[in-house]
């Protein structure tokens, strides 16, 4: 497989949200099966894409790379002998040594936006580095043929009860429809689950409405606690641009435990 091949392959397994280790032979001396730069792909099932030399070291490196896809750590790096026998051997009878680098690659987490017009369209470019799969639902077929790959859209009902992804302690969910009946049925829907962040656009009084509304269908105070809302960090933000970098921050923030 060449380079192209194996970034082509990275870059669609994380579109689809597979988790993978990366296995890179980064030092080879004496007699080894491949030089150092070989590299293969090892997912959850065991199956590969590529590969670092074949037999049993390449057996080896798999069952290496599923233990650290079941761990907490997300790098290794170890060594190899091509010998018959003692520390890290791998039976073969080359006769040199190979040193292995892993890195995981876990399922990466949700950027659910309800609502696909002007700072849904800034946030995506904002977020775009950040490592989220981005995923788009609106009503609007129109407003989401403006998103593409790798960007995920869904089309949901006027009233945004369908097709909504599934939502769950990995999922940040921001709320930026085009209307207070909208964002108020999305928050209805998804306060329930365990996601990581919720946050909702509006002013103090829309807010207050929208609680007090969702209090008189059954939802407990304590719930909506969780809502930030107005959404995005207060950075004084003016305009579709401006309040995406405050939602992102935000979602920063709360990733890395800073939130309020």
């Known amino acids: 497989m060449s380079t192209n091949d194996m970034y082509v392959e990275i870059y669609k397994a994380r579109l689809e949200g597979r988790p993978f280790v990366v296995a890179t032979l980064v030092a080879a001396s004496g007699s080894t099966p491949r030089r150092a730069g070989a590299r293969m792909l090892v997912y959850p099932d065991g199956s590969i894409s590529g590969t670092i030399g074949?037999?049993?070291?390449?057996?080896m490196v798999i069952e290496d790379a599923l233990k650290l896809l079941e761990g907490a750590e997300t790098t290794l790096l170890k060594s190899y002998r091509f010998e018959k026998s003692g520390p890290d051997a791998t039976g073969m009878y080359c006769g040199g040594q190979g040193q292995v680098y892993f890195e995981k690659s876990g399922v990466p987490e949700k950027l659910v936006i309800f609502g696909g017009g002007h700072i849904c369209r800034d946030l995506v470019r904002v977020a775009a580095g950040l490592n989220f799969k981005i995923i788009v639902v609106d009503e609007r077929q129109d407003i989401l043929a403006q998103y593409s790959a790798p960007v995920e859209t869904?089309?949901?009902d006027a009233d945004y009860q369908t097709n909504y992804p599934a939502i769950d302690e990995k999922s940040?969910?921001?709320i930026v429809t085009h209307g207070h009946r909208c964002d108020r049925e999305v928050l209805a829907k998804v306060i329930g689950t365990n996601c990581a962040y919720?946050?909702?656009i509006g002013s103090r009084s829309k807010i207050t409405k929208t609680y007090k509304e969702l209090e008189a269908a059954g939802i407990e105070r304590a719930a909506l606690k969780r809502v930030h809302s107005p959404v995005g960090l207060d950075i004084g933000a003016e305009g579709p641009y401006?309040?995406?970098v405050a939602i992102a921050a935000e979602l920063v923030a709360v990733r890395r435990k800073r939130a309020r």
């Open 172 to 174: 940040y969910v921001v």
């Open 54 to 59: 074949g037999g049993n070291f390449e057996k």
């Open 242 to 244: 401006e309040i995406a």
């Open 154 to 156: 869904r089309l949901t």
């Open 198 to 200: 919720i946050g909702m």
